[in-house]
């Protein structure tokens, strides 16, 4: 058997008896990192094998030594290097074009070079060149192999003088490269395997939420109620028909009760997103503690009582549409994490720092003046902008009386097939009430009173009475930007809008209610603009 290293000068048997204790020393070492890689954590793997390439390169005197791993391309990506000093490491990632010598590596073949550039085919002219330039004096490259195919590769350089490779060096190298090379096969093999679960826990995760949803608040809507002889209402339903097919967010506006929340499921269902369901939040019913939570999730022990990870609306709706019924009612603090969701899909869970980013299209509803809502601080001037985009504006019942009659006869047809009352007609006179009355609670009031009026009915003929005292017609106000908006520079409209606030503030700037809080900015940012624009308190200096 060769020596590993080159005999020293003395006695045969000198020789012969350091040339076993080395080779016996090189089997501990080979025991040792056996061992330590059986049973290494998957991170820690590329660490451990760039110190065990520091003990061989040291151990046997090597002026390099790197590892490289093959990929699913074929092609070789440098992981590990360490060099002696005053010679330089390969960097990390694709390794120089040597297109001969990764082709032998990669075939499986080994390349065993003792003097260079002697020792390279002539078809190797990139290896003689790095060579030549680099003054590569001898070369050991192993492939190295899991489950029979090539995964890696391990190389041993000399650069200041030249090296022999006897055998049984090759033999002992090449198992070291296979025990890194088994471990991280198996630490590539362990990390597919979390991924894999981690997609399947998030899968399975997102199936029940959905499927809770679905049982707790999905519930289709009446198509035939968007059926009008209204040709204002059928201007909204050609409005909803050109946006559908788009990913741009709607903002329906409108009084309570005009069929706000029916629309919106119109949009989904006419998109390339119904093939999921529509997801539903009431801003307005949950309180601000909870409504963060209900949008974006909570981990598990965000707070006190929080016993599990709970999945938030927009990750549920990732994929599909939100609907946001009432957002002028989003607390000031949450829309500007809205207002981010909007523009790069991007949040995080309550009680995490992991960014979650989701495709999501988003339909608003609010039967409040929302421009007004700006101007009076109540309501994010950039938000508004972003939720309007394409602005809906739904009428009122009042502005439709053509589609009175058609809505009633719905409705009875509903209540009659449910309840099991068969009706043939409306009593005299009904019809022409229920078209003079202004209908404050618009729809949704003209279906609860035929509800009502079925609960009641004995015969064929329905009788519906409207209740006694009539409510105040609302007053409608005309949706519009914030103020100066439709005219002048971004300026004045920035100048005019902090003005106004601040006089709504008593012109105080810090503090709870003060203008800062309302324009949802620091009062240091808000000082600094209102220098710029000139701003200062009647009377006195800004402060």
């Known amino acids: 058997m060769s020596t590993i290293r080159p005999s020293r000068p003395q006695g045969q048997g000198a020789a012969d008896e350091v040339s076993l204790a080395e080779r016996l020393a090189f089997e501990q070492l080979l025991g040792d990192l056996s061992a330590h890689f059986a049973d290494l954590p998957a991170d820690r793997v590329v660490d451990e094998i760039v110190g065990a390439l520091r003990r061989l ?71 003689i060149a790095l060579c030549t330039r680099t003054g590569l004096n001898s070369h050991l490259g192993i492939p190295l192999r899991v489950g029979g195919q090539v995964m890696g590769a391990i190389g041993f350089s000399a650069f200041r003088r030249t090296r022999a490779w006897p055998e049984d060096l090759i033999i002992r190298l090449k198992l070291c490269g296979e025990v890194f090379a088994q471990a991280l096969a198996r630490s590539r093999r362990e990390s597919e395997l979390a991924l894999a679960l981690a997609e399947i826990t998030r899968l399975k995760e997102r199936l029940a939420a959905e499927n809770d949803y679905l049982r707790h608040f999905a519930c289709p809507g009446p198509a035939k109620l968007l059926e009008s002889r209204s040709p204002r209402f059928n201007r909204v339903l050609e409005e909803i028909a050109q946006v559908a097919p788009t990913s741009a967010t709607v903002l329906l506006l409108g009084e309570t009760g005009t069929g706000k929340e029916l629309l919106a499921d119109a949009i989904h269902n006419l998109s390339d997103r119904r093939q999921r369901p529509m997801v539903k939040v009431n801003c307005a019913a949950l309180p601000a503690s909870l409504i963060e939570v209900e949008l974006f999730g909570r981990e598990k022990g965000a707070y006190t009582g929080a016993l599990a990870r709970q999945m938030g609306r927009f990750e549920l709706a990732d994929g599909s549409t939100l609907f946001l019924d009432e957002v002028a009612d989003l607390p000031l603090e949450l829309q500007t994490k809205l207002l981010r969701v909007l523009q790069d899909g991007c949040f995080e869970r309550v009680g995490s720092t992991r960014t979650i980013k989701v495709k999501v299209r988003v339909i608003a509803a609010t039967n409040r003046n929302l421009a007004r809502a700006v101007t ?128 709504q503030t008593g012109w105080r700037i810090r503090g709870s209610g003060g203008a800062a809080e309302r324009l949802a900015i620091k009062p240091t940012t808000l000082e600094s603009r209102m220098k710029r624009l000139g701003l200062r308190r009647p009377g006195s200096d800004m402060s």
């Not at 809505?407 to 006179?429: D, H, N, R, Y």
């Open 57 to 127: 390169l040291e151990f046997l005197g090597f002026d390099r030594c790197s590892f490289a791993e093959k990929l699913s391309d074929g092609r070789f990506e440098i992981l590990c290097s360490v060099a002696r000093e005053g010679t330089e490491a390969i960097p990390l990632g694709p390794p120089p074009a040597l297109p001969w010598y990764f082709g032998e590596l990669a075939a499986g073949r080994m390349v065993v070079l003792t003097n260079t550039p002697t020792d390279f085919p002539p078809a190797a002219t990139a290896e």
């Open 376 to 503: 009076e601080g109540q309501f994010r001037d950039d938000l508004y902008y972003r939720l309007n985009v394409f602005p809906i504006t739904v009428p009122p019942l009042r502005e439709r009386p053509e589609d009175i009659p058609l809505l009633t006869w719905q409705f009875v047809k509903t209540f009659s097939e449910s309840m099991g009352k068969p009706i043939e007609q409306i009593a005299e006179g009904a019809m022409a009430e229920l078209l003079s009355y202004d209908w404050p609670g618009n729809v949704r009031e003209l279906r609860n009173l035929i509800e009502r009026a079925m609960i009641l009915a004995r015969g064929p003929t329905l009788r519906i009475e409207l209740h006694p005292v009539r409510r105040p017609a609302m007053v409608k106000v005309p949706e519009e930007a914030p103020a100066k908006a439709r005219g002048g520079t971004l300026e004045d409209i920035e100048r005019e809008h902090i003005r106004q606030v601040l006089e």
